[in-house]
T-cell receptor, first 113, second 114 residues
Framework: NSKVIQTPRYLVKGQGQKAKMRCIPEKGHPVVFWYQQNKNNEFKFLINFQNQEVLQQIDMTEKRFSAECPSNSPCSLEIQSSEAGDSALYLC???????????FGEGSKLTVL | GDSVTQTEGPVTLSEGTSLTVNCSYETKQYPTLFWYVQYPGEGPQLLFK?????EKGSNRGFEATYNKEATSFHLQKASVQESDSAVYYC?????????????FGKGTSLVVHP
């Protein structure tokens, strides 16, 4: 039973459309990660936050992807202009500082037609 | 950068047989090592973690020993059950300063037949 809440569980978008996913981290966890999991189960790190600040992000995230973790609101990951290659399971995870242990949500499965 | 290499799946076993999933890693830091498990339709969840070299972690009959010299963290179970069918991920993470990015292996799919 995940305590990290991700919505929506599924979303279907056409190419060029925006896709937005939300994540409520586990209570008391200041660190939030977004990973992209492809159909081969491989994880790709996208971005992480501590509180509202970005710690690290990859180039892909900097271009078409945007993410934020505002205080007192869900974190979000948005793809500005979806491409077929973006079809994947997007996993949000949260963590306490200095443990390295991630608590994952159930993911948002994006299909880009 | 850090990397984790694990047994390529799928691994197909019959109930009651033993399991070994190999995991080796490369890093310049002194990491904590993890095994996560992901059941169909769910997010990954922690199976167990080991923060110190030469120590063993275990949970639900699965175990692994942190071998710093060999840079390995192989997952074993003496007798698998059909309910163990899932994808297993080996991972490592530094833990200093909060500015860390856990690294995952590519996952090993386990299918256990009754």
């Amino acid at each position: 039973n995940s305590k990290v809440i991700q919505t929506p569980r599924y979303l279907v978008k056409g190419q060029g459309q925006k896709a937005k996913m939300r994540c409520i981290p586990e209570k008391g966890h200041p660190v939030v990660f977004w990973y992209q999991q492809n159909k081969n189960n491989e994880f790709k790190f996208l971005i992480n936050f501590q509180n509202q600040e970005v710690l690290q992000q990859i180039d892909m995230t900097e271009k078409r992807f945007s993410a934020e973790c505002p205080s007192n609101s869900p974190c979000s990951l948005e793809i500005q202009s979806s491409e077929a290659g973006d079809s994947a399971l997007y996993l949000c995870a949260s963590s306490q500082v200095d443990t390295g242990q991630l608590y994952f949500g159930e993911g948002s499965k994006l299909t880009v037609l | 950068g850090d990397s984790v290499t694990q047994t390529e799946g799928p691994v197909t076993l019959s109930e009651g047989t033993s399991l070994t999933v190999n995991c080796s890693y490369e890093t310049k830091q002194y990491p904590t090592l993890f095994w996560y498990v992901q059941y169909p339709g769910e997010g990954p969840q922690l199976l167990f973690k080991v923060p110190k070299a030469n120590e063993k972690g275990s949970n639900r009959g699965f175990e692994a020993t942190y071998n710093k010299e060999a840079t390995s963290f192989h997952l074993q179970k003496a007798s698998v059950q059909e309910s163990d069918s899932a994808v297993y991920y080996c991972a490592l993470s530094g833990t200093s300063g909060g500015n860390y990015k856990p690294t995952f292996g590519k996952g090993t799919s386990l299918v256990v037949h009754p």
